[in-house]
């Protein structure tokens, strides 16, 4: 073979094994951070810490979008036995979204994916704040505002104060993450 083609194997051999492990931490499972962050707080943080404590960390984290691995260290660890039966499919795919996004919430991945979705809407990029119970984002180059409250989607038009409720939020999260947010 000549040096050439191995040089070019090498390098493409180099370059999937890097790219490989960020493609499969990207993969984001379906579930809810917001009710994984919960299910964990009652189920797993008096051991685990919320979030999860520096001593243990790189362990729990690597349940982060793995629900299988979750599921086979409940079975296989004598000192998690007790959560066995307690915890259903959706409890352990929720825990392992809240582990690979544990900063993020369910909204944010809805206005992640709005922005990405609708950029000439949603613009420019926009950080979330809270007021008046509603977790939002205002997007000063078309002055609409996205936000949620009680299970609702809602979009403010700022330049005339209409209200749209667009419908549950897991209608829209479920667009989100088939899109992968």
């Known amino acids: 073979m000549p040096c050439k083609t191995?040089?070019?194997?090498?390098?493409?051999?180099?370059?999937?094994?890097a790219v490989l492990p960020t493609l499969a931490s990207a993969v984001i499972y379906n579930g809810s951070v917001d009710a994984g962050r919960v299910t964990f707080a009652s189920n797993c943080a008096s051991c685990h810490g919320t979030p999860p404590n520096n001593l243990i960390l790189p362990i729990v984290m690597n349940g982060a979008n793995n629900p299988t691995l979750i599921s086979?260290?409940?079975?296989?660890?004598?000192?998690?036995?007790?959560l066995q039966g307690s915890l259903s499919q959706t409890d352990i795919n929720n825990i392992a979204v809240y582990l690979a996004k544990p900063t993020t919430t369910d909204s944010d991945r809805i206005f992640d994916w709005g922005q990405a979705t609708y950029p000439t809407l949603l613009t420019p990029a926009a950080t979330s704040g809270s007021a008046s119970?509603?977790?939002?984002?205002?997007?000063?180059?078309?002055?609409?505002?996205?936000?949620?409250?009680?299970?609702?989607?809602?979009?403010?038009?700022g330049s005339t104060g209409a209200l749209s409720n667009l419908g549950a939020v897991s209608t829209w999260l479920n667009s989100a993450i088939n899109a992968g947010f």
């Open 6 to 17: 191995i040089y070019r194997s090498l390098a493409a051999a180099a370059l999937f094994s």
């Open 133 to 157: 119970g509603y977790y939002y984002r205002y997007y000063s180059g078309t002055n609409f505002y996205v936000g949620t409250k009680a299970g609702s989607l809602y979009l403010l038009d």
């Open 72 to 82: 086979n260290t409940i079975r296989s660890n004598p000192s998690m036995e007790f």
